[in-house]
């Protein structure tokens, strides 16, 4: 039985009861006044029937003046519930002519009253109550009308209707009951007076008869009555009904006792994913998340105590079927419904509401806590002013949240409203489009600022701009750190001379120049020459410290408008302007170069130093300022090659020379990507037994244009160019690879490979071994490095060369004696061999001291325990003085020159067999 059956079958019982209960009271009362009255109705008839029939009428018209106040007010309620929806629903229910009458009724009420003034007091409630009921109504009306078109529906206004008119029936109930008492009471008081008067028999039973028919007539009335309340009982059962199951909005009723669920409307069974019997089935408490429950019942006791019957339960979490949460919005009421105490809650749903709350106050936070200024303006009166600002605004601006709140944007920004990028900006917000700038500004101390700030307008529907967004962050550091790489851009730092790049652009502002003014212009390209040798003896604060002196004495030889530039390391560009001829410009290089050799004074020693200088003149030999640096670099190159402290001006040999070294590179980077080198390898022989040692791997380029080139061409090429790391990682794989097939058949074979400094001083060069030697699977132990002793000075070298002996790599120093390294960074790291340079060995039987220094080598490598290779082997005598003073290992053509690696594993066979045959290959 749904809610609107249960309703129809209680109202339809209290009905019939009420008929039944209202009707034979006053007929059974009618018939006994008649008989009791009927002996003296005749005797006291003539002496009182003027003053009781007066009051009689007086008091039957109050009655009736109730009856008809009933039946106005249960005619305006039905007519209310008929009119609900509609826009005559306060015309229909409570029109004036129905309104005038109410008034007119109360007026004679109150005018007649004859209970004094608790009867007035009665009346004028009545009245006030029957003025507030028809607003009551029309507000009720009025939201029902709304919740059709989607508005929130609110029942507590047609409840707060329902309880006016009940009160208001109250009071009209207990006042017909007053006057109905007076009646009997007076009746009562004629019958006792017909008794004792002894009237006649039929006088009193004329006035018992018309006592009856009154009765009948108005036990009649009042039927009529009952009967149109229950009609309009009935109708607003019927609308109650339509709105209770069709209203959106979820509405139920629980039992509060055991909180049941004992109906709920179609839009609760959606709303909750659920059906009428399986709600039925569950208590309320099943519709909220478990850590609500007993917030809710607390409640519910809260509100049955306070002795209201309804009110606003405000936000709360309802859970739904499937266990997701809904936000809804709850009003209740408290009624009695099928008998049982129970409360009546509409729940709806406001999910959406709440997850945007959510959503805004993310947001909002988000604002609050991102390092950006974000600043919202309205567009007002022309003038943007601010409506928010976040947190970040006062720390950027130095101007408060307050103070920013109602002030102009601009104002606050510090800016200059007129300046062009301001104006770009403002000119894009005021056309509707997104604008973005740097932008300086002050703070209100007067410091200094940049931003970088974007604008974007919000566009009303006529796609009007109405507000503007605006997010800016303080970029002072950035643009002074860029102001600062633009000046070190163009500034060496240790020198404060321009560097290649300041030079690049002065030499071409004054290439414009001399060609403008028909002057002639050169190009002094000067190098130290001994600068490693300094830098690495006495250290690189001394370096410092004579590049500093080498800069002040050439720039004291330019005149005005001419250019010292530190151009990279130990080289320096000098740009001479207007000195008349050739030898006028060589003169001034010349004495430039002059002043340099004499000493520096660096802490308490005195350094010399000398330049290599080479010399090209604008626009003799180019009018092209890029090309004039090249070719002055060449020709300080060729200096460089006739010797120390040289000087050479640029010619046409040079450039012939220039463009051959440029397409050499180019080729050799071919060379590079196609991985066109192969491998030579020369033996290592024990010149005692004639054994093969092992192999030295050198690198060797055949080009298809030029044929065989020359190592000592290509590898300073690719030295100076970077191309010699992925040369040298070639070169180390090639070797890793060859080594692992021979050390199959011998595995005490040792390869040697040499690594270039430039190679070295990488320091993924670790890495790159590792996985060499991981990739092709060979022993570390059959496996050397060769070094120049110039790597031993390089900063990090100890630590790199001891990483690669952990691996389990054997380490050579190559070139020993040629360097100019010192023997504490020999003896800082043992090396397993020093390779004697081949130019002492070239000496041996023609030079005194070469021989000196050869024993003097072997000496230190058995002093130190490391083996000596001697390189460069080429004559018996050699190697007899060799074998003499102890030299473990020979290399050189008189054994073999460098061969492919089939001819090397057959130069090893064949010493290996000699070796088992006690015979010695070189000895014949």
């Keep these: 039985m749904n809610v609107a059956e249960n309703h129809n079958l209680r109202a339809t019982r209290a009905w019939k009861a009420r008929r039944f209960a209202g009707r034979s009271p006053v007929i059974t009362l009618a018939v006994v006044l008649v008989l009791c009255l009927s002996v003296s109705a005749a005797i006291t008839a003539a002496l009182t029937r003027g003053a009781q029939d007066r009051e009689l009428q007086s008091a039957l018209g109050v009655t009736a003046e109730l009856e008809t106040l009933l039946t106005l007010h249960m005619a305006a309620n039905t007519d209310f519930l008929k009119g609900v929806g509609t826009a005559g629903y306060t015309s229909r229910a409570w029109p004036i002519k129905r309104a005038a009458t109410v008034a007119g009724i109360y007026d004679r009420l109150e005018r007649d009253a004859r209970g004094g003034a608790r009867i007035t007091r009665t009346l004028r409630q009545l009245r006030a109550l029957s003025a507030v009921w028809p607003e009551q109504l029309d507000a009720a009306a009025r939201n029902i009308a709304l919740a059709d078109a989607g508005a929130k529906l609110e029942p507590a206004l047609l409840q707060h209707a329902n309880d006016t008119l009940s009160s208001i029936m109250t009071l009209l109930t207990a006042l017909r009951s007053q006057e109905r008492d007076q009646i009997r009471a007076m009746q009562m008081s004629s019958q006792s007076q017909l008794a004792r008067q002894k009237l006649s028999l039929i006088a009193a039973a004329t006035a018992g008869a018309l006592l009856l028919i009154f009765a009948v007539f108005t036990s009649h009335r009042a039927a009529l009555s009952r009967s149109a309340s229950r009609i309009v009982a009935l109708e607003a059962e019927r609308r109650f009904r339509e709105y209770f199951e069709q209203h959106p909005i979820a509405m139920l009723i629980f039992d509060v006792n055991d909180l049941a669920i004992l109906t709920a409307n179609a839009a609760a069974q959606r709303q909750y994913d659920a059906t009428l019997q399986q709600l039925r089935a569950m208590s309320v408490d099943e519709l909220r998340p478990l850590a609500d429950v007993e917030a809710f019942r607390r409640d519910l006791r809260r509100y049955i105590d306070s002795g209201n019957r309804g009110g606003s339960g405000g936000v709360r979490r309802h859970k739904r079927a499937d266990g997701s949460i809904i936000y809804v919005d709850v009003a209740w009421h408290l009624l009695d419904y099928a008998d049982r105490e129970a409360c009546f809650i509409t729940a709806h749903d406001v999910t959406a509401h709440e997850e945007a709350k959510d959503t805004l106050r993310v947001r909002s936070r988000a604002l609050e806590a991102t390092n950006n200024a974000v600043v919202i303006s309205r567009r007002i009166a022309g003038e943007d002013v601010i409506t928010y600002a976040n947190g970040a605004f006062e720390r950027i601006t130095g101007h408060s949240v307050r103070e920013a709140t109602g002030a102009e944007h601009w104002t606050m920004l510090g800016t200059d409203p007129l300046s062009h990028e301001a104006l770009a ?288 061409v290509f590898i300073p090429l690719a030295e100076e160019n970077g191309l010699i790391v992925p040369i040298g990682e070639f070169v180390f794989e090639t070797a890793c690879r060859q080594t692992r097939a021979w050390a199959s058949r011998y595995p005490d074979i040792v390869v040697s490979v040499n690594v270039s400094p430039v190679q070295f001083v990488r320091s993924d060069l670790p890495r790159m071994i590792a996985a060499v030697l991981e990739r092709t699977g060979v022993s570390p132990r059959n496996i050397e490095l060769e070094i120049t002793e110039g790597v031993l000075m390089a900063p990090r070298s100890l630590a790199t060369l001891r990483a690669l002996r952990e691996m389990g790599l054997s380490i050579a120093i190559d070139d020993f004696g040629s360097g100019y390294s010192s023997l504490g960074y020999v003896r800082s790291f043992m090396a397993d061999r020093l390779k004697l340079d081949m130019s002492f060995v070239k000496g041996i039987g023609r030079s005194h001291a070469d021989e000196v220094i050869v024993k003097a080598v072997l000496a230190l490598g058995q002093t130190l325990g490391m083996h000596v290779v001697a390189e460069g082997v080429e004559t018996r005598r050699q190697l007899d003085f060799l074998v003499e003073n102890g030299c473990d290992e020979v290399q050189g053509y008189w054994f073999s020159r460098p061969v492919e690696a089939p001819n090397a594993l057959a130069w090893l066979e064949e010493s290996r067999a000699a070796l088992d045959a006690s015979t010695k290959p070189w000895s014949g």
């Design 425 to 712: 900006i403002r000119t894009a917000m005021q056309s509707a489009n997104e604008g973005s700038g740097l932008l300086q500004s002050v703070k209100p101390d007067g410091t200094p600022y940049w931003i970088a700030l974007h604008v974007a307008p919000v566009l009303d529907d006529q796609q009007r701009p109405t507000h503007c967004v605006t997010v800016f962050s303080d970029v002072s550091e950035r643009i002074r750190y860029q102001e600062q790489l633009r000046s070190q851009a163009n500034e060496d730092a240790l020198t404060h001379l321009p560097n290649r790049l300041g030079l690049t652009a002065r030499l071409h502002a004054m290439t414009q120049l001399a060609t403008r003014e028909h002057q002639k212009m050169a190009l002094a390209f000067f190098d130290l020459d001994n600068f490693k040798e300094i830098n690495d003896s006495l250290g690189h604060t001394a370096g410092d410290e004579v590049l500093c002196e080498v800069a002040r004495r050439l720039s004291a030889h330019i005149a005005q408008g001419e250019v010292v530039a530190r151009y990279a390391g130990d080289e320096f560009v000098a740009v001479l302007y207007g000195r008349g001829d050739l030898d006028s410009f060589v003169a001034a290089a010349a004495a430039m170069k002059e002043s340099l050799t004499h000493g520096f004074l660096i802490g308490n020693k005195v350094v010399a130093t000398q330049a290599s200088v080479g010399v090209a003149v604008f626009p003799d030999h180019s009018r092209d300022p890029d090309v004039l640096l090249k070719y002055a670099d060449s020709a300080m190159y060729r200096a460089k090659a006739i010797g120390p402290d040289s000087m050479q001006v640029f010619d046409q040999h040079l450039a012939t020379e220039n463009s051959a070294r440029t397409s050499l590179m180019h080729a050799l980077r071919r060379a590079v990507t196609q991985r066109a080198f192969t491998l030579a390898y020369q033996p290592r022989v024990n010149p005692r037994t004639g054994e093969a040692a092992g192999f030295e791997a050198l690198v060797r380029w055949n080009d298809a244009e030029r044929g065989p080139v020359s190592p000592a």
